[in-house]
């Protein structure tokens, strides 16, 4: 009788195992639709139809969770896998450091792992960004993906949620060299640039849902396209860094923030253009 007892604690015992459904979710890298390469040029871009080429394509997700058919959601449970995810927070990296991304890795990270309970799920929801408990933290010290530096500003402003870095082929003489969509926290109160601060008026991270996600087949698409179409990707403000990096009194982030799905000075918020699914 006590053998049959120990044997069914055993079953038991691995029974939350059969109860949980494992999900793996593909994220694709376009630019205009065409699919994203470090050695391809993308062409119709922006107010004026500029050509590019793209040298850096990543960014942080995070609160990762399935939308269950009662419109609950459900966290994903990320897999702890000492290099792309930890914690809720994961670096999703399209870059692979040829062509024209020098300033990438050759490992790439295109899918979003972990577990969740077995069941009928129809959506996903994310947020595109790094929450704010672990953004101002120092990088050298933290765990994988935050000990990337290339996706860090400093301690005040914290990662870049969105770092996508283009390089117009045909801008004028006298031209931005590069034309880089970065997005992260602004305006963080902190005595400087080394330390940590209490707050941020701008959080700047995108709430994403996707209604019609289906675990089975769906794949998230990242594309910048729509977001850049109402700026000029051959010219750049005077005085500003170049491109849009969020940065408050930048001309050219008047038409890309709202198209992120965030406010920018005085102009609301718009649906963000960013992701979509396929």
Request: charged share 20%; hydrophobic share 40%.
């Amino acid at each position: 009788m006590k053998l049959h007892l120990v044997a069914a604690l055993a079953v038991l015992s691995s029974t939350p195992a059969l109860a949980d459904m494992r999900v793996s979710i593909p994220f694709a890298a376009e630019i205009g639709g065409k699919a994203f390469s470090c050695s391809e040029t993308y062409a119709g871009l922006g107010s004026t139809g500029a050509e590019v080429k793209a040298v850096d394509f990543r960014l942080f997700v995070s609160n990762a969770a399935l939308v269950r058919k009662d419109g609950t959601l459900q966290p994903i449970t990320l897999d702890q896998d000492g290099q792309w995810q930890t914690g809720s927070t994961a670096l999703i990296d399209f870059e692979d450091a040829s062509g024209g991304c020098t300033n990438g890795t050759k490992a790439l990270n295109t899918t979003l792992r972990g577990i969740v309970p077995a069941g009928e799920y129809q959506g996903l929801s994310f947020t595109v960004g790094v929450p704010f408990e672990i953004n101002h933290g120092d990088p050298t010290l933290a765990p994988a993906p935050l000990n990337t530096t290339a996706m860090f500003w400093n301690w005040q402003g914290g990662y870049k949620f969105v770092r996508i870095d283009m390089v117009p082929t045909d801008r004028k003489e006298d031209g931005p060299k590069g034309w880089f969509l970065h997005l992260g926290s602004t305006q963080c109160d902190a005595a400087s640039k080394t330390e940590s601060p209490k707050a941020c008026k701008n959080g700047n991270r995108i709430d994403v849902q996707l209604d019609s996600f289906r675990p089975d087949g769906s794949t998230v698409v990242i594309d910048p396209a729509p977001v850049v179409a109402g700026a000029d990707l051959r010219v750049n403000a005077p005085e500003t860094s170049p491109g849009c990096m969020a940065f408050p009194k930048d001309p050219d982030c008047m038409t890309v923030m709202t198209k992120l799905g965030l406010p920018y000075m005085d102009v609301a918020a718009g649906p963000q253009a960013l992701v979509s699914l396929r």
